[in-house]
T-cell receptor, first 112, second 114 residues
Framework: NAGVTQTPKFQVLKTGQSMTLQCAQDMNHNSMYWYRQDPGMGLRLIYYSASEGTTDKGEVPNGYNVSRLNKREFSLRLESAAPSQTSVYFC???????????FGSGTQLSVL | GQQLNQSPQSMFIQEGEDVSMNCTSSSIFNTWLWYKQDPGEGPVLLIALYKAGELTSNGRLTAQFGITRKDSFLNISASIPSDVGIYFCAGQLGGGTSYGKLTFGQGTILTVHP
């Protein structure tokens, strides 16, 4: 049982480049989330999708877009990467009825 | 946005010692959660607390939901080397579509010396 799978695990971009981070879950969860983790700041919510077909902004959405492709998949896109987006990105999923989130193993992104 | 202050930022202890860390907020939360993150992995849920005053255990871990609903603590008894990692508190304000919209503390880095 894979749980939450994120790809890629590592990525280096140049300023201005674009890329999409992929996330898939096999737990039949309705809700999916993208968080970023920066040193000394914990995790901060970028975007979330409460159910298939809906997406909403979190605490730090600027510079990002998301797509809930189907119930399993939720992607995060950086259209024009900036050094401030250097971070570790985590995808998570959960049931609609509680707050227990299951996290992927993360994508470490460096923007030069 | 919401702020959670977690302390201490780091701890260096000997195997067998007990550990205590806490989290405080300026806002009231309906749910408090404690996560552990191993190097190179995502956070894993340890304990979830749902009621003010609730005390919950998970093996050697014990956590409490503060009476004021603005704080929580986590205790680890008789630490072992595999307890090494980063521990995060997280608060959640309410239900509806916001179940997974968690506010995280800055984390406590735990190092256990054999």
């Amino acid at each position: 049982n894979a749980g939450v799978t994120q790809t890629p695990k590592f990525q280096v971009l140049k300023t201005g480049q674009s890329m999409t981070l992929q996330c898939a879950q096999d737990m039949n969860h309705n809700s999916m989330y993208w968080y970023r983790q920066d040193p000394g700041m914990g995790l901060r919510l970028i975007y979330y999708s409460a159910s298939e077909g809906t997406t909403d902004k979190g605490e730090v959405p600027n510079g990002y877009n998301v797509s809930r492709l189907n119930k399993r998949e939720f992607s995060l896109r950086l259209e024009s990467a900036a050094p401030s987006q250097t971070s570790v990105y985590f995808c998570a999923s959960g049931r609609s009825s509680d707050e227990k989130l299951f996290f992927g193993s993360g994508t470490q992104l460096s923007v030069l | 946005g919401q702020q959670l202050n977690q302390s201490p930022q780091s701890m260096f202890i000997q195997e067998g010692e007990d550990v205590s860390m806490n989290c405080t907020s300026s806002s009231i939360f309906n749910t408090w959660l404690w996560y552990k993150q191993d190097p190179g992995e995502g956070p894993v849920l340890l304990i979830a607390l749902y009621k003010a005053g609730e005390l919950t255990s998970n093996g050697r871990l014990t956590a409490q939901f503060g009476i004021t609903r603005k704080d929580s603590f986590l205790n680890i008894s008789a630490s072992i080397p595999s307890d090494v990692g980063i521990y995060f508190c997280a608060g959640q304000l309410g239900g509806g579509t916001s179940y997974g919209k968690l506010t995280f503390g800055q984390g406590t880095i735990l190092t256990v010396h054999p």
